[in-house]
Each structure stands twice: as C-alpha cells, then as structure tokens.
C-alpha cells in the first residue's frame, strides 16, 4: 500500500491541478501514511495493529488499490514489447485481446515482473470460446450475455417473505433490466426464460412475472435497445 501512496505523489506531481491549494502534497503524503501505519482491530478480547496493507473495510484501502492497480497495467501496456490489441481495467478484473494464450502468458509474466506486492493470475477463454467478464459472458462473435458463478444459487427474496410488495416486484424488474441491457439479442429470450424459471422457484405467481417482466421490458425499448 505505501507503494501506492508513492504513485498517488507522482500523480499529483505531474497533475498539481488536482490539489486544493488549503493543503500541500506533502500533507496529503503525511495523512496518507499515518492511515496506514494506524490501523487497529479487536480480535479475541485483544487488540492488534495492522503492519500490512490497507486498513479493512476502509474506503481509503480501496481508492489506493485502484490507484495502484492503475499504475502498474497502464506501466506494462506502455513497456510491454508486445501489448494487447486492447486492453479494459474494472477495480480488480482486467480484459485483454491477445492473438492466443501464449501471448497472454507471456503479458502476465511482464505484469507480475512489475508488481513485487501482488501477483496477477489469468483466465483463458473456455472450450466453446466464452470468457467471463465482471457479470457477462463474452463470445467468440463479441455477442454477451448473462455470467453467474458456478456457487450461484438462484436465491432471491422469496415471495411469501415479509418484505414488502415492492421489494418484491424490484427483484423482478431490476433482473429483466440487467438481462436487457447486458445480453445481445440473441441471448436475450433464453435469458428471458432464465428469470421466469427462476422467480417461480422463488415463489412468484407466474402472471404476476410476466405482468411485470414485460412492463419493464416495454418501458426499456422506448428508450434503448438491445446490443
């Protein structure tokens, strides 16, 4: 983590825009640091001090891991003799085009040659082509739809819960509006098909699902349309 304080400098070096004039680098340096080197937690009726990392569960440990995360894939891409045709970042999942796996192996080991403090692992694409990115599939034609890990087990608010109807019916609509506006057009309907089993085992009067499904469904295509 004190790694990315030293990128975090480096940023504000070559960007002084990005500070306000009321505190200098070198505070935010100080302030930085002095997180880190002060976090502490109860364990077992003791107490104890963290000497490495981010302090848990703090919004700061997250922002600096970005931040540090950033650095070093924008550090190989520029260095890389052989980068990736493209190349997209989300917190801790990257997604990269290369011509076959030995070219993504060998841009992991130029990734991990840069990062003592972690260590990089690779996903290859499936048999079929697929590969899984964030919470959608990609395939081979560019096509997404629908990912969910293989521990997922449909479990949603079940409908004879306590919570009340509208929560209920926002399981509904707010699944259907992922499944439109994530899936291609030909994987829409078996996602489609997906929700309806899905929110029967959960309880849900079938007329009702569709009820809602497709109200949601008409209100989204007169704003956008599939991919």
Known sequence: ??????????ILKNKPELVSKEISPEAIKSLLIFSLDNSYFEFNNK??????????????????????????????IRTSPD??????????????????????????MHLNSLATDLEYSIEHPR?????????????PDNSTSIYRKP????????????????????????LTR?????????????ELHHLEATFLSNGYPLQKIRHLMQKTLDHLRTTTRPS
């Not at 104890?48 to 190989?76: H, N, W, Y």
């Open 127 to 139: 048999p079929d082509g697929s590969i899984p990115f964030l919470d959608i599939n990609i395939h």
């Open 151 to 174: 521990t997922h087990t449909n479990l949603y608010t079940h409908y004879s819960s306590a919570a009340t109807s509208s929560s209920k019916e926002s399981v509904v609509r707010t």
């Open 47 to 76: 107490f104890f001090r963290q000497i490495s990392g981010g302090p848990m569960g703090s919004p700061l440990t997250v922002a600096l891991a970005e931040v540090r995360v950033s650095d070093i894939e924008a550090t190989a």
């Open 178 to 190: 992922r499944a439109f506006k994530l899936c291609s057009s030909e994987h829409l309907d078996n």
């Open 1 to 10: 983590m004190h790694k990315a304080v030293n990128t975090v400098m480096d």
């Open 83 to 108: 980068p990736p045709k493209s190349y997209y970042h989300f917190v801790d999942d990257g997604f990269g085009h290369f011509r076959n796996s030995d070219h993504a192996n060998s841009f992991l």
